[in-house]
């Protein structure tokens, strides 16, 4: 089982910056995808950015422009650079690492609030 520890979450004012990590257990070379979510209180959870193995990365419609995702491979880490945060990105953000031949894991979850 890989356990994924969180941190950077906190609360900022509207137009401010944060940046999550996401520390693997397990060496990420090995990872096939690593990516950030986050659930909305009365909403589901969704995609904000993905990055593989290889470099290839995704951003939600909503992340472009202002997230930046991206890997450390000699300290397992996954960030998410947050910029010009708004009211709406207010969530709960969860890293999820697919390694190959291993189910998905799931970070315990970080809080962002982001104050108008």
């Known amino acids: 089982q890989v356990q994924l520890v969180e941190s950077g979450g906190g609360l900022v004012q509207a137009g401010g910056s944060l940046r999550l990590s996401c520390t693997s257990s397990r060496s990420i070379v090995t990872l096939n995808v690593g990516g950030w979510y986050r659930q909305a209180p009365g909403k589901q959870r969704e995609l904000v950015a993905t990055i593989t193995s290889g470099g290839t990365i995704m951003y939600a419609d909503s992340a472009k422009g202002r997230f930046t995702i991206s890997k450390d491979n000699a300290k397992n880490t996954v960030y998410l650079q947050m910029n010009d945060l708004k009211s709406e990105d207010t969530a709960v953000y969860y890293c999820?690492?697919?390694?190959?031949?291993?189910?998905?894991?799931w970070g315990q979850g970080t809080q962002v609030t982001v104050a108008s």
């Open positions: 999820s690492f697919k390694f190959f031949t291993l189910p998905t894991s």
